[in-house]
């Protein structure tokens, strides 16, 4: 079933609904009402959307891969669908010209949307839309929990937006977790449980998350991406993301089975060489849409219920789904366009060049970023606590690090990423999110994982030939930030531990972070 239909009309059109490639979901508001005989289903694959970004080939593939399944299984379904593949129409720009393109194909009465996910393919879907003189009706994205509306209200007449002051309640009202009117267990959070790391034993056997091998359309995409994109980052040899609705329920349960029990005790280790540990993988599927934030919530909480997982577990792993995800969605369109260029702490390097090798002496570094451009893939801490943190003790401009981020990971797409990368770990934006700069020196990965035992490099030393760049480099951040973080009741101590180094010690960490930009920085 593979192929676009004709690029003509058969019959008139009275809706093209414009499906995006993260929305991959048959209950979108769009279909509601949808007739087959009189609408018409629009998608488009266009090379923009690779290249504003060096885009890994493992994530272009996937998003292309999924957005063809699901076209035929719409043909299945009689719908008529007009799809653009890539490299159809080498003139097609944008997401928006293309759109134009088709309101002059088909001259349809309504042109229908969900939501889009990204600021700017709105705006350009929108522009398109007024220079055709096209009605344009933009339907709410029911696959979050909350709306837009939802979180503007919660924020009136906050000063500040944190994460638990908008979980609790919602959590309570979507009734997960929940023993009446009570959290399960008696507490909204586990963290204090959820820290753990492997020790020297390290991790053991892991149980591997289930693969789904290429079918025939996945090959066929990746022989058009390898083509087109060659200089892209990305080993499609391993790729075996799930790209359909029926694998994301596989990928669903098999995480909930044989990964949830352990998930939040060692939600924040690292181990050397092992990229997947006992994380979901499903951040992919829900941002594509073939996975439902509640379906996914409800399906841990069914595992507590049965006793298959620990509360700890399971409630970290919702606080992600139902909290973290719509929170950061939240903040996203509360603050966009104006928070892509926020730079709260000035930082003004370049990316090193290291972040699209991996060549590094650091081995937490080299492990994350060779992981990262083999598999688009890194687990929260290490894109938190190690790329993240590096890059911001480092200086490097927020905006930068959002575009490598963008790049690099299978399941980015803007509405998560960037505030998770410029607020979150970059504190670019001054504390909308995070109340302090997370900032930490190599002692933190030396307890987190295994790395340090095999680096060249010593967490505990701040200057010298042995000194580990993040730890020089994080006693030079307090120092260069010293008015900021002194102005933080959660941060003074660090001011306080960088004056009892003593005048020597501290110009030798002065001058080690120097020369390591100078050494390290990129183009």
Known sequence: MGGALSRKSAKSVRRLVFVLGDQLNRDSAVFEGHDPELDMVFMAEVAHESTKVKSHKARTTLFLSAMRHFRDSLLKDKFRVDYLEIGQAAGTATLGTALSEAIDRHRPAEVVVCEPGEHAVEMDIREAAHRKGASLRIDPDRHFL??????KAFAKG??????????????AKLGILMDGAQPAGGQWNYDHDNRGSFGKGGPGLLPAPVSFPPDHLTRKVIESVESMFAGHPGDLSQFDWP??????????????????????QYQDAMWQGQPW???SRLSVALNLKLLNPMEVALKAEEAYRSGAAPLASVEGFVRQIVGWREYVRGIYWMHMPGYLE???LGAELPLPDFYWSGKTDMACMADAIGQT?????????????????????????????????LAVYVDAVEWVELPNTLGMSQYGDGGIMASKPYAASGKYIERMGNHCRQCRFDPGVATGPEACPFTTLYWDFVDRHRNLIAGNPRMLMQVKNLDGKGADEIRGI???ARRMRLEMAGD
């Not at 909350?146 to 979180?151: G, H, I």
């Not at 688009?376 to 938190?384: E, S, T």
């Open 158 to 171: 906050r000063k500040a937006l944190r994460l638990e002051h908008f979980y609790r309640p919602l959590r």
């Open 146 to 151: 909350t709306s837009k509306e939802d979180f």
């Open 373 to 405: 451009l083999r598999l688009g893939y890194a687990h929260h801490i290490q894109r938190l606590m190690v790329t993240g943190l590096f890059a911001m003790l480092f200086g490097v401009n927020p905006k930068r690090v959002h575009e490598w981020y």
């Open 510 to 512: 002065r001058e080690g």
């Open 342 to 344: 926020l730079n709260r």
């Open 243 to 264: 790209v359909t609705r029926a694998q994301a329920l596989e990928a669903l349960e098999d995480f909930i089975a044989h990964r949830l029990p352990l998930f939040g």
């Open 277 to 279: 540990l006992y994380h």
